[in-house]
C-alpha cells in the first residue's frame, strides 16, 4: 500500500502541496503533530490575489497563525477503565488508543468552525478514545459492546466533514469513541463482467482508483476531499463529486453495502436493481453514522473512458449561463463536468491568475461585450466518437445561447488546480480572512432566486464598518430537473467573534435557501450544523419516520447522537 | 378527458382488441359487467400456434370458459352501518359504493392466480366497499377515520397488479374499503424548465402522455400495463417499462410525492437532489399501500425523442446474446429499448408468427446456422445525431460477438405488438392452458445461473404423465452491473387442482431463483404472493426496519394488511 498523505490537525495541509505532516505508520495516528500553517503569505498567495481580495473585502492583510498544536487543550480520557478493558478485549490492545495524538487527529472535522476552534487550542470535541476494528464481525460486536456500557461510537473515515458530522454533542455527555475504519481499507472482491468492487469503508479513491486501474477500470468520484476522504465517509454524506452529472452521485454508484449496527448486522441493495419493497438501502446512505457503521461497499465501477475532453466556454452574463445549462440538461446533454461561475466567481478567477494566458483571455472577454462573463468548464469523457457527438450537439445549444468557445486551455486549467481549494483556505485563514462554503441545490425554476436570496442574506449578515464579503457561486452538478449551487464567502473575519460571525451569516443564508426552494444540502450532508433544519426539510413526519428507524436499530441512542437528527 | 378502456372482471379484455366493457361514467363502475372471453379459438389463436402448443405441451385444446360474471359469488358487505356512513360524511354519499358491481371490479388484480379464481365464480377478495376521494386532504381524514374505526383501506389504481398486490387477507378479517383514486387523475402542475409535471396518482399513461404531447414533451413509461395502470400504482410497486433501460424505472423518474398516512401527510423528495439524511422517498416507492396512500406524484418528463431506430439482431444462441448485451452494459452502450429472448422463446416467437416475412427470417437464420437463434431487439430514441453515434458504436460490439443485424422490420414488429401478451392470456386460458409470467434480475455474473436454476425448478414442478411446460426467458432491462430476467410459462392446465399446480411451480422457481443470487422481483413487487419470502430479501433486520416504518405511520394496521410485510 503506498503512502497516505495526512491532513493536519489546524488545516488541510501546506499550501498548494500534498505534504505529509502526520506519522501514521501504525495506522491510529501517533506520530508527528507539527503544525504546518505558513506565515509566509506573499509565497502562498500571489500578490495580485492579496490586492484584488483587500480592495474587495475592506481586508488588511494580517497575521493570524493558529496556537502551536502541542498548546491545544484536551481533556483526560474519561473512558472507564472497564470500557476500555472489554474493547481491548474485543479488538485487541492494539486497537485501542487513547494516547493525544491519537485522539487529537479524530478531533472534528474540516470545516471552517471546525478550523476556528482548532486553530484557537479547542479540542474539546475530540472523542475519549480511537479503535480500530478489522472486520464487520468486530465491528458489529463493538457496537453491541458500547450500547451495553454507554459508550458513544462515532465513525471516523477521512475526517473531511464541513457540517460537523464528527462533531456532534452527546444530550447525555456519554463518553465517546472514535471508530477508525483504516484497518478496512482494501479491495475484496471485484466482478469484472457485473462492473461491481467490493471494499472496505475506510479505503480512499486514491488507491481505490490504483487497484481498479490494473483492470483498466476506474471509479471515478471526485470530490475536492479526494486525497483524504474515504468511501464509507461519501456513503454516510451521500457525496458528489466533481464528474458526477455524468458518472452519478455516490450514492447512485452504491450497488449495496453491509451496515453493522447495536441490533445486529444488515445486507442492503440487491444489484441491479428490485421490486420488493421500499429501498431500505437509501436509508443507510446519508445516515451518518446515526444508524450504525458502513463496514462493506459493492460500488459501480467502468472501463476507463478512453477519450476525454475539457474545455472553456463564456456567457454575457450568469442567467445567460444558467439558460444555457438548462437547454442542455433538458436535451440531456449535459457534460460529464459541468462547472458555471457567476459573474463574481468568474471575475475573482480571472484577475487572481496570473500570467499572459489569463491576461489575454480577460482582454479578450472585454473586446468580445463579455465584461461581466459568467465562465463555463465543461469536461466530456467517454468513447471518441460519442464524445465527439455529444460535444457537436451541446456545442450548438450553447452557441444558440449566445456562448462563446474558449477553448481546450481553460478547461485543462480548471483541471489541473481541481483539488487546491481547501489548501489554499488554510492560507488565507492564516491572514485574518473568513472563508467558507455553503451549497445547495434547487429546481431549474427555483435556482435564480435561490441564488439571489442566498447572497442577499450573506451580504447582510457580513457588511459591517464598511467591510462587505465577496460571495462567489457556481453551478458544479446538472440535473434533469434543476442544479446544485455552490457559494464560496470571503470576508475579514471578527477576531473578536468569528465563530459567531460565520453562524449568524449560515443561519441567514439557510433560511434564505430553504425558503426559496432550494434543499439544506447537496452534497455536504446535514452533521451538526444543519440539523436544526431537517425537520424544515423533511417534515415533522419525516423526522419521526427516521427516529423510528434509529430507535429500532440503535435502541440506546449511541450512534453518533447531536449530528442529523435534531434534538 | 377521453374514454378510457377498461378491464374486464375475470381478464385483459378480447384478444387483440382494446374494447371497453364496463361502463364507468360515474367513476365508480356501477355499469355493465358482461364476460367477454371469446370462445372462437380459431379466431383469436392462429392455427399454427394451436398445433405448435399442442406439440410441445402435450396439450389438447379444449373449452374451459368462465363461469357468467353474473354467477361469481359475493358476500354481502362487512362495513357496518355507522362506518359507511361516517365515510359518506367526509366524502360525500356519492363517493362512498357498496353495489355488487363497484365491489367485483376492485376484486384482487390480474394474476394467473386472480383470474383463475374470478373465473371460477370467487371473490372472496373483494372490498367492502369502495370510496372515491377527491384531494390529499380527504384521503388523510379518511384514513385517519378508518384507522379510528378499524376499518382495511387498500389503494386502488388500475387494478393490474399480478402479484396478489389487491388480494392481502388482514389477520384480523376487518371490513375492507378499496380507496378507488380514480378521481385524482390530472396533470396539476407543469414546469417545462425543470422538466417536471406534478399529476393525482389516479392518472393512466395514455392521459398522461396525450397532455404532455401539446408541449412537445413525454414521460415515456411504458409497461405491459400501460393502457389500464396508473402512476400512483406505478410508484407503489415500483414498475419498469420497455423503455426503462433508457428513460429509467419509474421509481427513478419520481422526483417527489405526497403521502397520505393514518398519521398525517408527508411531502417526500427534493429534486433536483438532496444529501441531507437518509432517502424517505425510497421508502414510499414499493410501499405497496402498506405505509399509507400516495396521493401526488411529481414526475420527471423529457422532450420527445426527434428520431426512434428499433432493429433486430440474431445470436447464435441465449450464452453469446447475453454476452453481447454485457459488453453493451459495460462500455455504456446500452441501447433505450432492450429484450434479448432466450431459444425457447425465438423459436416461439418465429414459428407462432405468420405471414411470408416470417417464413423468410426463418429461412435466413437456418442456413446462417443460427438454428437454436437468440433474438434481441434494440430501440434507440433522442437526437438523430446520438442516436446514429451510439448505434453505430453499439453495432461494432455486437458483431465483435457475432451477432447479425436482421434490420428494423423485426424491431418494428415487436413495438406493434407490445402490448398484446395480457390479452393472448385470456385466450390461452379459455383453451386450458396454465399461462403465467415471473421476473427477477441478477448480476451479470449472477445471471447464467439464475436462469438455469428457475427454468429446471419450473420444468421439474410442470412435468406430469408425459405433458411439459414451455418455458420462455427474455431479457427486458438492462444495466450496468446485470439485467431483469422474464419468464413465460405456459402448459397443459391442472384442471383439478389448477391454483395448487401453480403455487407449486411458482414456488419451487421463486426458491430457485433466491438461492441462485436473482431479486424476488425486479418489477412485479411483492404483494401477497411474494411476501413469505420478502425475509429472505431484505433480512430479518430489514423487515423490522420496515416494520419500525410502518408502526409509526400507520400504528393501527389499516393499510393494506396481508401484502408486502411478512405475517
Redesign the interface.
Known amino acids: 500500500m503506498p503512502e497516505q498523505p495526512e491532513l493536519t490537525i489546524q488545516g488541510w495541509g501546506p499550501a498548494g502541496s500534498h505534504v505529509a505532516t502526520v506519522d501514521n505508520t501504525d495506522g491510529a495516528g501517533d506520530g508527528d503533530l507539527a503544525p504546518v500553517a505558513d506565515p509566509d503569505l506573499s509565497r502562498a498567495l500571489p500578490k495580485v490575489a492579496r490586492r484584488y481580495l483587500a480592495r474587495e473585502l475592506g481586508w488588511s492583510p494580517r497575521s493570524t497563525p493558529p496556537v502551536p498544536v502541542g498548546e491545544i487543550s484536551l481533556a483526560p480520557s474519561r473512558l472507564p477503565d472497564t470500557a476500555r478493558a472489554a474493547l481491548a478485549a474485543l479488538l485487541g490492545a492494539q486497537n485501542v488508543h487513547t494516547d493525544r495524538a491519537a485522539r487529537l487527529k479524530r478531533a472534528g472535522g474540516k470545516s471552517y468552525l471546525d478550523l476556528l476552534r482548532r486553530r484557537e487550542g479547542d479540542a474539546s470535541d475530540a472523542p475519549d478514545a480511537v479503535v480500530t476494528p478489522g472486520t464487520t464481525e468486530e465491528t458489529a460486536a463493538l457496537l453491541a459492546a458500547c450500547a451495553g456500557l454507554g459508550v458513544v461510537v462515532v465513525p471516523f473515515g477521512g475526517g473531511t466533514s464541513v457540517v460537523g458530522g464528527l462533531a456532534g454533542v452527546d444530550p447525555d455527555d456519554r463518553p465517546s469513541i472514535a471508530v477508525d475504519l483504516s484497518r478496512m481499507a482494501s479491495v475484496q472482491a471485484l466482478?469484472v463482467?457485473?462492473?461491481?468492487v467490493t471494499v472496505g469503508p475506510g479505503m480512499r479513491g486514491p488507491a481505490l482508483e490504483e487497484t481498479l486501474g490494473r483492470d483498466g477500470l476506474t471509479f471515478g468520484h471526485l470530490p475536492q476531499s479526494w486525497e483524504f476522504a474515504t468511501l464509507g465517509g461519501y456513503a454516510a454524506?451521500?457525496?458528489?463529486g466533481q464528474n458526477s452529472t455524468g458518472v452519478g452521485?455516490f450514492?447512485e454508484l452504491v450497488?449495496g453495502l453491509t451496515l453493522a449496527?447495536p441490533?445486529?448486522?444488515?445486507?442492503?441493495g440487491?444489484?441491479?436493481?428490485?421490486?420488493?419493497?421500499?429501498?431500505?438501502?437509501?436509508?443507510?446512505?446519508?445516515?451518518?453514522g446515526t444508524?450504525g457503521v458502513i463496514t462493506e461497499l459493492r460500488l459501480?465501477v467502468?472501463?476507463k473512458p478512453p477519450a476525454s475532453s475539457y474545455e472553456g466556454w463564456s456567457f454575457r452574463s450568469w442567467p445567460a449561463g444558467l439558460a444555457a445549462l438548462?437547454r442542455l440538461?433538458?436535451?440531456?446533454?449535459l457534460p460529464d463536468v459541468v462547472r458555471l461561475s457567476d459573474t463574481d466567481e468568474t471575475r475573482a478567477n480571472l484577475l487572481m491568475a496570473s500570467g499572459p494566458g489569463a491576461r489575454a483571455l480577460r482582454a479578450s472577454l472585454r473586446t468580445r461585450g463579455h465584461r461581466d462573463a459568467s465562465l463555463l468548464v465543461v469536461g466530456w469523457e467517454?468513447?471518441p466518437?460519442?464524445v465527439?457527438?455529444?460535444m457537436?450537439?451541446a456545442a450548438s445549444l450553447l452557441r444558440e445561447g449566445n456562448g462563446i468557445r474558449l477553448g481546450r486551455r481553460v478547461g485543462e486549467s480548471w483541471k489541473k488546480h481541481r483539488f487546491q481549494a481547501p489548501y489554499l483556505r488554510d492560507t488565507l485563514m492564516d491572514a485574518g480572512l473568513l472563508v467558507e462554503t455553503l451549497e445547495t441545490?434547487?429546481?431549474?425554476?427555483?435556482l435564480p432566486t435561490v441564488y439571489d436570496t442566498v447572497r442577499r442574506a450573506l451580504r447582510e449578515s457580513l457588511t459591517r464598518n464598511g467591510k462587505r464579503p465577496l460571495i462567489m457561486s457556481h453551478v458544479s452538478?446538472g440535473?434533469?430537473?434543476?442544479?446544485?449551487l455552490y457559494v464560496t464567502v470571503l470576508a475579514d473575519r471578527d477576531d473578536d467573534l468569528p465563530i459567531q460571525q460565520w453562524l449568524t451569516a449560515k443561519r441567514a443564508a439557510t433560511d434564505a435557501l430553504l425558503a426559496a426552494g432550494g434543499?439544506?444540502?447537496?452534497?455536504?450532508?446535514?452533521g451538526a450544523d444543519?440539523r436544526p433544519w431537517?425537520e424544515r426539510?423533511?417534515?415533522p413526519?419525516?423526522v419521526?419516520?427516521?427516529?423510528?428507524?434509529k430507535?429500532?436499530?440503535d435502541p440506546q441512542g449511541i450512534c453518533n447522537p447531536g449530528v442529523?437528527l435534531p434534538e
Open positions: 466482478d463482467p457485473s462492473s461491481l454524506t451521500r457525496s458528489a452521485r450514492d450497488a449496527t441490533s445486529g448486522v444488515i445486507e442492503l440487491h444489484p441491479p436493481a428490485s421490486a420488493a419493497g421500499p429501498d431500505l438501502l437509501g436509508l443507510a446512505l446519508g445516515s451518518e444508524l459501480r467502468r472501463p438548462q440538461a433538458r436535451h440531456d446533454l467517454g468513447l466518437s460519442l465527439r457527438a455529444r457537436r450537439a441545490a434547487a429546481t431549474w425554476s427555483a452538478h440535473y434533469p430537473t434543476g442544479a446544485s434543499t439544506l444540502t447537496h452534497h455536504h450532508a446535514v444543519h431537517l426539510e423533511i417534515g413526519l419525516g419521526e419516520v427516521l427516529r423510528a428507524v430507535e429500532r436499530l442529523l
